[in-house]
Every structure is written in C-alpha cells, then in structure tokens.
C-alpha cells in the first residue's frame, strides 16, 4: 500500500499562488507516477499534471499550462504542485495520486484531498 497525504489548500484570491503538496509513504518502491487531480462542483475528476517518481517526464493539462508546475523532493517523497495566476475556474478540490508500476494507468492510491478555493 501507498499512503498519500495532501496539504496546502485554502482560500485565495484571483491571482493569487499556491503550493500543494503530497507526502507519499509506504511501499513506494512500486510507484511509476504521481499525479495532481482536480474536481469542480458538478464536474468529473481530472487529471492536471503528472510526474515520473524519479521525477522526469512532466505532463500538464491543457488549461494549466504556463501556471502550474509540478515537482518532487526524492529526499522527501513528496510530490509539489505550484499553482500560479490562479482564477475562480481553478476552484476544486485537489487530489494526489500513485500510479503503479506492476499496472500502469490505474492509480490505484489516492489522497483525501485539499480544497482549492479562489475568491473573485
């Protein structure tokens, strides 16, 4: 099992910055990729930005390019994701998840999530 803790949510305004983080622990060695989610209010979950877990190969959603950045501590085993510019439409609730290696894809580990709030 792979344990996931988010933090660093809140309430900020138009323009504003973030920085989430997740703290993974447990078996870790079978991890192949961290990844940021996001859900709005009456929308479905999707993903905002990935990362290998030796920290290569980042990918992004189209609609964060240029202000979100993902990032990992291998020291820490944790996984940052800097939000920049951020606007009301960023509004959700952030979740961190592991993908495994034996089944890639799957994300099978989840964290509890951190609420995202941006005042207009």
């Known amino acids: 099992q792979v344990q996931l803790v988010e933090s660093g949510g809140g309430l900020v305004e138009a323009g504003g910055s973030l920085r989430l983080s997740c703290a993974a622990s447990?078996?870790?060695?079978?991890?192949?990729?961290m990844g940021w989610f996001r859900q709005a209010p009456g929308k479905e979950r999707g993903v905002v930005a990935t990362i290998t877990w030796s920290g290569g190969s980042p990918y992004y959603a189209d609609s964060v390019k240029g202000r979100f950045t993902i990032s990992r501590d291998k020291a820490l085993s944790t996984v940052y994701l800097q939000i920049n510019g951020l606007s009301p439409e960023d509004t959700a609730v952030y979740y961190c998840?592991?993908?495994?290696?034996?089944?890639?894809?799957?994300?099978?580990?989840w964290g509890q999530g951190t609420q995202v709030t941006v005042s207009s």
């Open positions: 998840a592991a993908d495994s290696l034996n089944v890639r894809g799957s994300w099978d580990y």
């Open positions: 447990g078996r870790t060695f079978s991890v192949y990729r």
